[in-house]
């Protein structure tokens, strides 16, 4: 038995590391290549159906407030959780892939999925206080902006999914929720 190269790590990656090793994203791109998952970043657009799911569900909500309940049940859910609960084919090879996704593309996709949980969270809890108050119109201009605003991030996350490394500054999100 030959023993491991000095190279290797011994043990997996420390907190904030990637377990990739030389040539291993290239190999992960040739097994990702027609599996709904992009080969460049390593990333799979199927994730932001989490948040497909919260926007038609914060659209409804104006016209029906008894769907509060459900709107309040959602809850952010991390990248490999939404792959290991889902029917996804490729589901281990997309979180394989997401740990070892490049960190051009990994932390600012991270970064606007943060942004797009406070952003619900936040716009939720103001509903629920909107329509305990009984302010439907205000609740209903809220949401729109909400919606509005998570499309936008929603399509900053699919851009990076598909390899755009051009990011948001702090500035330009908070002019987005803001």
């Not at 097994?31 to 992009?38: P, T």
């Not at 952010?76 to 609960?85: I, L, N, R």
């Not at 009984?134 to 999914?161: H, N």
Request: proline share 6%; charged share 25%.
């Amino acid at each position: 038995m030959c023993a491991a190269p000095s190279s290797l790590p011994e043990a997996g990656p420390s907190a904030g590391e990637t377990a990739a090793l030389p040539g291993f994203r290239r190999t992960l791109a040739r097994l990702v290549a027609g599996r709904n998952i992009e080969p460049q970043t390593l990333l799979a657009t199927d994730y932001l159906n989490h948040f497909n799911e919260i926007v038609m569900l914060l659209e409804m909500l104006p016209d029906m407030p008894d769907m509060l309940e459900e709107v309040m049940a959602w809850q952010p859910k991390g990248y490999a959780d939404h792959f290991h609960d889902s029917v996804f084919k490729d589901r281990e090879l997309a979180v394989l892939a997401y740990e070892n996704a490049p960190d051009r593309y990994r932390v600012p996709f991270d970064q606007t999925v943060d942004e797009m949980n406070r952003l619900v969270l936040s716009a939720t809890a103001e509903a629920a206080d909107l329509i305990a108050h009984e302010k439907s119109a205000e609740m209903a201009q809220r949401i729109k902006q909400t919606v509005t605003t998570l499309g936008r991030l929603m399509d900053r996350a699919g851009a990076i999914i598909h390899g755009d490394t051009d990011t948001l500054d702090q500035v330009e999100i908070d002019s987005l929720i803001g």
